[in-house]
């Protein structure tokens, strides 16, 4: 008898609380937090409702490459994610090819008939439709085939040792920057659903939408996926941090582990063994690079050091107590390494020491 | 709470007859619900979105076979669950769409936000635990009713069981969430 009356007193306690406490400003909570997003999200939906009529007035599903496209795009890339878990193995893996040997300091693009041919710094690499590449004006056909269809698809590779930076003009119109000290392997001509390449070191890309092939961008930790059009991925393989920073459009990263986060302009997204962020950044400094500028906001010197090291491809030695050590401001990287640091050591509390080629940075006494 | 069944199936009508306007008024009115319905099982609010999103434009575009009577509380919803599984399932290994999860984890401002003393928060700490130890079905039960404050019937449409199922598991989550919370 005393037990039911406790529970009897309990459960009217406890639903007293519920609907009159808790459950109207759960309500009022949900109502705040959730209408985040309405009037954009209904801006894209009507984007995709137009491309549709326009696809359907059409019969081309091919050529439309209006901003509208984008929602497209998305769904697109959702529906080929589904379809690639399944063909996943038929793909060559991009990371599994060799890296030639007798690659030194010049930048190097390895053809497809494994031959070695050197490119100017700072030029650019184009490709066609049929596999040709032109390099330093120089045209260069695909290797001749007696091969059959069954082949397996021929790749190239570029490889830009420290120092170097080189453009790359896909066939689809899409172009990438190569930072120093990266290789970056692809496909002579692109897969009929899907656009492949594989990247160990930095480089800006601006791809060309296209509704009817993702492009991908892997490295050893995750993949890329774009949905939209262009971004920044740094992923040395000798860092243990790597990162993408979109500037506009849409990406889908997945990490290694299969965890999947979308980018929104102006997102960075940082990837450290398996855990990961995404936060707000101005983004001109993540690619200013590009240009031949470094722009930095409380940069901590070690990254700053590694960075020039890599892009001048000379070595650089620092205290490991500065390395955290924030800096900000603008280096022109067309000026000499020298001058690059010696700026550097203007505003910050470092000594810097030249000794048979290596540059030491001390802390000041 | 948000939409009165009668009107809702004039402007369901309306729409599938081709007014332009009608796919907005369905949206307005279903948009936070869906969206905080969805981040329940899914933490990626843009996933969310892209989802809400495609799930119009397919409406849009299916207009013509569409059924002429829907609820639209269930039929969004349900849609919207199917999608999420679809491009979740994608990654992870999930036997059906009954393994999602359904997390009704409140951010912490939520706590400071809405509690005026410590006791109350106190007590809200120990409704979220009661709510962490009740299974993912429980807990999208009993939102489902007092949130989003769905009737039986639609509760059991969305969870695929009948009325009478539906009714006794809402009943049957309260209890063991009393428990619980008067355990502690």
Redesign the interface.
């Known amino acids: 008898m005393y037990k039911r009356s406790i529970d009897n007193k309990?459960?009217k306690e406890?639903f007293a609380?519920?609907t009159e406490?808790?459950?109207p400003?759960?309500?009022?909570?949900?109502?705040n937090?959730?209408?985040?997003?309405?009037n954009?999200?209904?801006e894209?939906?009507q984007k995709?409702?137009r491309a549709?009529k326009q696809r359907k007035n059409r019969h081309i599903v091919y050529f439309i490459i209006s901003s509208a496209a984008c929602?497209l795009l998305?769904?697109g890339g959702?529906y080929a994610?589904?379809n690639e878990?399944g063909s996943n193995k038929e793909t060559i893996e991009l990371a599994n090819i060799p890296i030639p040997d007798g690659v030194k300091d010049e930048i190097t693009l390895v053809t497809s008939s494994h031959k070695n041919l050197n490119v100017e710094d700072n030029s650019n690499v184009t490709y066609d439709k049929d596999g040709s590449v032109t390099v330093n004006s120089r045209k260069i056909s695909p290797a001749k085939s007696g091969k059959t269809k069954n082949e397996e698809i021929a790749y190239n590779q570029i490889i830009v040792p420290p120092g170097k930076r080189t453009n790359v003009f896909f066939a689809d119109g899409t172009r990438i920057y190569v930072n120093a000290g990266t290789r970056v392997v692809y496909p002579t001509v692109f897969a009929k659903d899907k656009r492949e390449i594989y990247v160990d070191g930095e480089i800006f890309l601006e791809v060309k939408k296209d509704i009817s092939r993702p492009f991908i961008v892997k490295t050893d930790n995750m993949n890329v996926r774009v949905l939209g059009t262009s971004f920044n991925v740094c992923s040395y393989k000798q860092d243990k941090e790597s990162s993408v920073v979109l500037v506009s459009g849409k990406v889908e990263v997945?990490t290694k582990s299969?965890q999947?986060?979308?980018l929104?302009p102006d997102d960075m997204f940082k990837l450290n063994a398996s855990e990961f962020s995404t936060r707000k950044v101005d983004v001109y400094n993540y690619i200013s690079w590009k240009d031949g500028v470094m722009k930095l906001d409380a940069e901590p010197l070690d990254k700053v050091l590694i960075k020039l090291s890599r892009y001048y491809g000379q070595e650089i030695l620092f205290d490991k107590s500065l390395a955290s050590m924030p800096i900000s401001g603008k280096l022109d990287l067309r000026d000499n390494l020298d001058e690059v640091i010696d700026i550097i050591a203007e505003t910050a509390p470092i000594t810097v020491i030249q000794k048979y080629n290596t540059i030491y940075v001390k802390g000041k006494k | 709470m948000y939409n009165n069944a009668q009107t809702d199936l004039e402007i369901w009508q309306s729409f599938l007859e081709g007014n332009e306007h009608a796919l907005e008024e369905i949206y307005r009115g279903q948009y936070s619900r869906l969206y905080a319905y969805g981040i329940k099982f899914v933490a990626d609010k843009e996933l969310v979105k892209d989802c809400i999103q495609d799930l119009f434009v397919k409406l849009h575009c299916n207009r013509k076979q569409l059924r002429e009577t829907v609820n639209l509380n269930t039929y969004l919803i349900r849609a919207l669950k199917n999608k999420l599984y679809d491009s979740l399932s994608a990654h992870i290994d999930m036997q059906d769409i009954d393994a999602l999860p359904f997390d009704l984890k409140a951010e912490d401002s939520f706590f400071t936000l809405f509690s005026e003393n410590d006791e109350d928060l106190l007590q809200k700490h120990k409704l979220q635990k009661a709510l962490e130890k009740i299974s993912p079905r429980q807990r999208e039960s009993i939102y489902l009713r007092f949130i989003q404050e769905l009737d039986y019937e639609e509760i059991g449409t969305i969870l695929e069981i009948n009325y009478q199922s539906a009714k006794n598991l809402v009943s049957r989550t309260l209890i063991k969430l009393r428990e619980i919370y008067f355990e502690s």
């Open positions: 309990n459960k406890f609380k519920l406490h808790w459950l400003s759960i309500k009022q909570y949900e109502k937090t959730y209408c985040e997003g309405e954009e999200v209904w894209q939906i995709g409702i549709n929602v998305l769904f959702i994610l589904i878990a997945q299969k999947k986060v979308y929104s």
